[in-house]
C-alpha cells in the first residue's frame, strides 16, 4: 500500500522535472545564432511549423496527464481501502457484495489511472528525445 503512493509521488516529482526546460541549464557549446544568420529565409517562412505541435505543449500535455492521473490513481486507491475495510468489518452478505464490487470498481479505475501515468511520462520522454 505505501508502495504505490510512494510511487505515484515519485512519478509525480519526475513529471515535473522533465517539464522544465533542462537545455537552458546546460553550458552553451560555441554559438547558437549561427542556425539565424544561416537559415534565416526558413526561419521567416510560415510553413515551417504550421502543422506541428510545439514541444512545450508536449511537456505540458505529458505533465498534467501525469499529475491528474496520479491524483485520480491516489484517489481511487484510497477509496478501494476505505471499502475493502468495510467489507472486512462487515457480516451481513449483502453488504458484503457490495462493498466488494465498490472494491473492485475502484481498483479498476486505479488501474486505468495508471496507464495515463505511463503514458505522460511517454508522452514526456518522446518530447525530449525526439529532435526534428
Request: proline share 2%; glycine share 4%.
Amino acid at each position: 500500500m505505501p508502495f504505490r503512493k510512494i510511487m505515484t509521488i515519485i512519478l509525480i516529482f519526475f513529471s515535473i522535472c522533465f517539464s522544465q526546460n533542462f537545455e537552458a541549464n546546460l553550458p552553451l557549446l560555441g554559438n547558437n545564432n549561427k542556425l539565424k544568420i544561416h537559415h534565416k529565409n526558413v526561419l521567416l517562412s510560415n510553413q515551417y511549423g504550421k502543422n506541428r505541435i510545439n514541444w512545450n505543449l508536449k511537456k505540458t500535455i505529458g505533465t498534467s496527464l501525469m499529475i491528474s492521473c496520479s491524483i485520480l490513481a491516489y484517489y481511487c486507491d484510497d477509496q478501494a481501502d476505505k471499502y475493502y475495510s468495510r467489507y472486512l468489518a462487515t457480516g451481513d452478505i449483502d453488504k458484503m457484495n457490495d462493498y466488494y464490487d465498490k472494491t473492485e470498481k475502484f481498483d479498476n479505475y486505479k488501474n486505468l489511472a495508471y496507464v495515463g501515468i505511463e503514458i505522460g511520462f511517454c508522452i514526456n520522454v518522446w518530447s525530449l528525445i525526439k529532435d526534428d
